[in-house]
T-cell receptor
Framework: QQQVKQSPQSLIVQKGGISIINCAYE??????FPWYQQFPGKGPALLIA?????SEKKEGRFTISFNKSAKQFSLHIMDSQPGDSATYFC????????????FGKGTKLTVNP | DSGVTQTPKHLITATGQRVTLRCSPR?????VYWYQQSLDQGLQFLIQ???????AKGNILERFSAQQFPDLHSELNLSSLELGDSALYFC?????????????????FGEGSRLTVL
């Protein structure tokens, strides 16, 4: 049973474009929603995270949009760059932090120059 | 560099065998997590240790076990290996809140141990 559904599986965008990755969840007890970025041969690294008391969080070119009523959250990458090419994972937990994080299956992003 | 060290990086073994994966967390981090990453299942939480004690359990098989030692390094033991156990095994550490608190900090992942079972 997958508790966090992520889409699309893969995404190709042009340099300078906007990349959008979506995640949906069912468990209303989730209260922490991080996004992790993974480059080939490396472990995932935290990119940005949000808690359900806000609807949007922005850090540089990366923005999380959170819709509590729809039980959905998304990652927007503005002005996408070839260096952003990586696999992105959304995740969620009920512990307010990183305990027992449930991850989506990942989105492989390719940004063409 | 996340500061989390995992050994070995690659391991090839046969079905039925037993292997041990080792993890050294970031300096000062008391909490260690183990995750399994496979193509079809994605990242699956296996188990968490905090300062030597098991704190949370996820989808860890009975053939698998882990422990955290007084120096805070951790080992994941995989036994009676099957073809389906082939995967990347990640260790992560965090600045965990004390028991009863909420919200462990971000996870810092190692580069993983790739296990191939033939």
């Amino acid at each position: 049973q997958q508790q966090v559904k992520q889409s699309p599986q893969s995404l190709i965008v042009q340099k300078g474009g906007i990349s959008i990755i979506n995640c949906a969840y069912e468990n209303t007890a989730f209260d922490y929603f991080p996004w992790y970025q993974q480059f080939p041969g490396k472990g995932p690294a935290l990119l940005i995270a949000i808690r359900p008391d806000v609807s949007e969080k922005k850090e540089g070119r990366f923005t999380i949009s959170f819709n509590k009523s729809a039980k959905q959250f998304s990652l927007h990458i503005m002005d996408s760059q070839p260096g952003d090419s990586a696999t992105y994972f959304c995740a969620a937990s009920t512990q307010g932090g990183s305990e027992k994080l449930v991850f989506g299956k990942g989105t492989k992003l390719t940004v063409n120059p | 560099d996340s500061g989390v060290t995992q050994t070995p990086k690659h391991l090839i073994t046969a079905t039925g065998q037993r292997v041990t994966l080792r993890c050294s967390p970031r300096s000062g981090d008391l909490s260690v997590y183990w995750y399994q990453q496979s193509l079809d299942q994605g990242l699956q939480f296996l188990i968490q240790y905090y300062n030597g004690e098991e704190r949370a359990k996820g989808n860890i098989l009975e053939r698998f076990s882990a422990q955290q030692f007084p120096d805070l390094h951790s080992e994941l033991n995989l036994s009676s290996l099957e073809l389906g156990d082939s995967a990347l095994y990640f260790c992560a550490s965090s600045v965990a809140r004390a028991s009863g608190g909420r919200g462990d900090g971000e996870l810092f992942f190692g580069e993983g141990s790739r296990l191939t079972v033939l």
